[in-house]
């Protein structure tokens, strides 16, 4: 089978294909225009958000059996249409599900130990102690939003920490012995910290907003490992200033361009994004949780295992 790389992956994703007898094909450069005019003449594409493959892009991929995503999520895949062509989907929410429910434990405790702040502070010269003072995360209720390999992986991470876990999914009877399942309304009842964990699709775009913030009865905190057009940054932003929401660690943002590579869509900088790169609330990085050294080998041999069980 003809190959198609489309972004760079760990060079084992090209070994182990062509130990399996595959043609790889690199073309990391070509416009999707240009890769349209050749998509014809491949049986399989391994991507990560280059860009969409849509229906569009995928009608004139006649012969393709399977799209490989090095990544969790399968929002720049026109799966509705994938399928009804046949096309095996192979995503990799094994492969960097650990890493992700690192980046957020890590975003998490940071957040509650002002470590931002004081190393900040320290290194301009100033020794606050009680300043800094943090709290802990003893005796607090996470709720987990999306209960799949993400919610999971954080679940099992806060065990021996002596918190409640609590769980809200789309799906029922997802709940296990790190996280029980509730309805979404115990979940705002009872929350301390809110970590989000669901894929991008149209009834999880613009799920976090100024309804759903204001439902919960306690001030909490906010943790997005997830997809930033998930939240709605302005009411985000609404609920920090309001205290609401007592500090958010923000992996991904509203802003993001669909390729992830980059922050924005245009050029400006939106009155929201103004506000949280200057709160002293927020900690912020660049799509970067399920990104670690392990997690790009694990990312690739969890597509070429489940190609090669597929196809082999």
């Keep these: 089978m003809k ?114 702040v004081a190393d900040h502070q320290v290194r301009s010269g100033q020794w606050d102690r009680e300043g800094n003072r943090g709290i802990e995360l003893e005796g607090k209720t996470v709720g987990i939003i999306g209960y799949g390999n993400m919610g999971k992986a954080f679940a099992k991470k806060l065990q021996g920490f002596d918190t409640e876990v609590i769980c809200y999914d789309i799906k029922g009877g997802v709940g296990d012995g790190n996280a029980r399942q509730v309805g979404i309304l115990e979940l705002q009842q009872r929350c301390d910290v809110l970590s989000l964990h669901v894929p991008q699709t149209e009834s999880t775009i613009a799920m976090i907003n100024s309804e759903f913030l204001n439902a919960f009865r306690n001030p909490f905190w906010f943790i997005n490992t997830a997809r930033g057009k998930c939240v709605v940054t302005k009411d985000l932003v609404a609920a920090l200033k309001s205290g609401k929401v007592l500090g958010a660690g923000l992996d991904v943002l509203e802003y993001e361009k669909s390729s992830f590579e980059d922050m924005f869509t245009d050029s400006t900088l939106p009155e929201a994004f103004q506000y949280l790169i200057r709160s002293e609330k927020v900690l912020l990085s660049p799509h970067v949780a399920g990104w670690t050294v392990e997690s790009k080998i694990k990312l690739a041999q969890t597509v070429v295992d489940k190609i090669k069980a597929q196809f082999c």
Excluded at 12 to 17: A, K, R
Excluded at 24 to 37: F, L, P, R
Excluded at 84 to 112: D, W, Y
């Design 3 to 116: 190959i198609l790389h489309l972004d760079i992956n760990h060079p084992l994703i090209l070994e182990q294909f062509k130990e399996l007898g595959f043609q790889n094909d690199e073309d990391y450069t070509s416009t999707k225009e240009e890769v349209v005019q050749k998509i014809h003449a491949y049986d399989g594409i391994i991507i990560r958000s280059r860009f969409a493959l849509d229906e569009s892009f995928l009608e004139k991929a006649t012969q393709l059996k399977f799209i490989g995503r090095l990544g969790a999520g399968l929002e720049n895949i026109d799966t509705r249409f994938a399928k009804s062509k046949g096309i095996f989907l192979a995503a990799a929410p094994e492969g960097n599900r650990n890493a992700v429910a690192e980046h957020a434990l890590g975003m998490l405790l940071a957040l509650f130990n002002k470590l931002k």
